[in-house]
């Protein structure tokens, strides 16, 4: 059976799959059927269901089987995908492109096999970055490997998952959850979600911003940050179960170029900034 984690939040249900790294939030009856659907519950049986519990049309009944069938296909063809867990590694060191990360007291190496996964992951964490020494003593080592069009993320010498250069965003979450974990001294299991949000604070109070790409998350936190607040996370906000609070992530704040021009007069310090990126200490 296809494992998750639930959370029930007010009328709606936090889906978390850890095996993809995606959350759904989904209406009670659909969480009802995709569960009953998993458990192998006939689908005549659920077609039922869906018009006597929860009034639904036939169509409707229809379309909510229907995309939990696509649902629960994904997510296993997902997984079957990653029985094969021979991963590729460049034999010499002098292949990868290593940088030490270092972050609350802990440090993590990242070795990179190319200068195109290098450039697409460096930037956002370089504030936090130095050249790795022999006598640096890591908490973890990731590693990120491109062969074949596909990318690998290897962590403490464990296969963790492939994606392809479409699916890169799965790889990029996967990696902010292994750094935060790190970061940390925790494990998935202890986080209650990680949220697409922009956060500050200020008089141990926080303040998320969530809305879609480019709707002005960052530039609401930056502003922010001129009267006062400090800028907690930006894109990637977790949020601790126990205690439930909001912790900081050091990923830098991506900002527009259109705004990042108009921001230079009220940050001087931003010119040369690598790729949009301002650099964020939490």
């Excluded at 006062?228 to 205690?243: N, R, S």
Aim: glycine share 6%; proline share 3%.
């Amino acid at each position: 059976m296809i494992e998750f984690v639930e959370k029930s939040i007010e009328s709606k249900k936090v889906l978390w799959f850890q095996n993809t790294n995606q959350y759904l939030i989904v209406d009670l009856p659909f969480y009802d059927i995709f569960f009953r659907l998993l458990s192998g519950d006939e689908k005549d049986a659920l077609f039922l269901r869906c018009k006597s519990k929860y009034g639904l049309s036939d169509t409707q009944s229809k379309e909510v089987i229907g995309f939990s069938e696509q649902l629960g296909f994904q997510l296993n063809e997902f997984t079957s995908n990653q029985k094969d867990k021979e991963v590729p590694i460049p034999n010499s060191n002098e292949e990868w492109i290593s940088y030490n990360y270092s972050y609350n007291l802990k440090a993590i190496k990242i070795q990179f096999s190319s200068e195109q996964l290098k450039d697409l992951i460096h930037p956002k964490y370089f504030h936090i970055s130095s050249d790795v020494n022999d006598e640096d003593d890591f908490e973890h080592t990731i590693k990120v490997v491109e062969l074949n069009d596909m990318v690998f993320l290897v962590h403490d010498d464990e296969f963790v998952g492939k994606w392809s250069f479409k699916e890169i965003h799965f790889l990029l979450g996967k990696l902010s959850m292994l750094l935060l974990n790190g970061f940390n001294n925790k494990s998935d299991v202890d986080w209650l979600a990680v949220f697409h949000a922009s956060a500050v604070y200020s008089q141990n109070k926080s303040v998320l911003f969530m809305g879609d790409s480019g709707s002005g998350k960052t530039i609401a936190a930056t502003m922010l940050s001129t009267k006062g607040y400090k800028i907690l996370a930006d894109d990637f906000v977790p949020i601790g179960k126990a205690p439930k609070k909001v912790y900081s992530f050091p990923g830098a704040l991506s900002i527009k170029n259109t705004i990042y021009k108009k921001l230079l007069a009220l940050f001087p310090q931003l010119k040369g900034c690598l790729s949009s990126f301002v650099y964020n200490t939490g």
